[in-house]
């Protein structure tokens, strides 16, 4: 008995380390006028871990826009293979393919919402395009998407009724409707300020920590990647260059000039996290002056890098 536990225990950590997205040498191109071919994913090989929060960055027109994409197939690759867990998302059915990107949440960067339906109905849609024809069971799943949005009270809202920052929110708890297990974001926060910025993260990653949803993310905001995510891959010219995990020590040699910022920036937090150990303060949650220097030395670095909102949105 002893020993069919320990299997089992066994069987269960290696099925949390096994990577849930495995993207093996994939590359997709888009014909340009004049007959030019731009190749925006290049043979790109990619593994994502259950529970991870990874972060896609890199200049305009780098390719990582077209790399998420990937990965659910919105945009199909021209060649190599895409699993999300067991399946190859390239090798099923239509209708396979449509029962697996349930699995596969998404949310964009102009939320996309149906603008004469109510936040309810927004969230419902999903499910019930997937077929749950169960009323009571739609109007419960709703609920519980919203509260875990904070968005309750706006059930019976319309988009027109809400800030950006309570349509991204409705976009998510739309999103989370189906239980997905990942949950793809294109630029969330671009068209967000600050503060509604900092409360879409927030949102992100309570979902991440209880819900266990693995998060893509692309951004151009260094300070997203700062503030979100676990790991990070740097895109350059449809390529992935470099990845690595935001904990690494922030000295640790890096082969790309955004990489390098990384560390730079990490490295400032653990001076403020070391400064406020000094005058007895709290770590971690740094001082609203120590948050606005690096806020501004993001600000900074994002414009020297030519870190813009993507045109074309590869």
Known sequence: MVDAHQDARAAASVALAAPLIRLH?????????????FRAVDDVSLEIARGDVFGLVGKSGAGKSTLMRLINLLERPDSGSVFVGDHDLTQLSKRALRDTRQTIGMIFQQFNLLQNATVFDNVAFPLKIHGVRDREAVAQRVRECLEIVGLSEKADSYPAQLSGGQKQRVAIARALAPRPSVLLCDEPTSALDPETTRAVLATLRDINAKLGVTIVIVTHELSVVRALCTQVAVVEEGKVVEQFALSDPP???????????????????????????DHDLPTGQPTDMADLRIDTDLARVDASRGLAKETPRV
Do not use: M, W
């Open 25 to 37: 040498s994939v590359s997709k191109s888009f014909e340009l006028p004049g007959k030019q071919v």
């Open 251 to 277: 000295d640790t040699p890096r082969r790309t000039r955004l990489g390098r910022e990384l560390g730079r920036l990490r490295k400032a937090r653990v001076d403020i996290d070391e400064d406020a150990q």
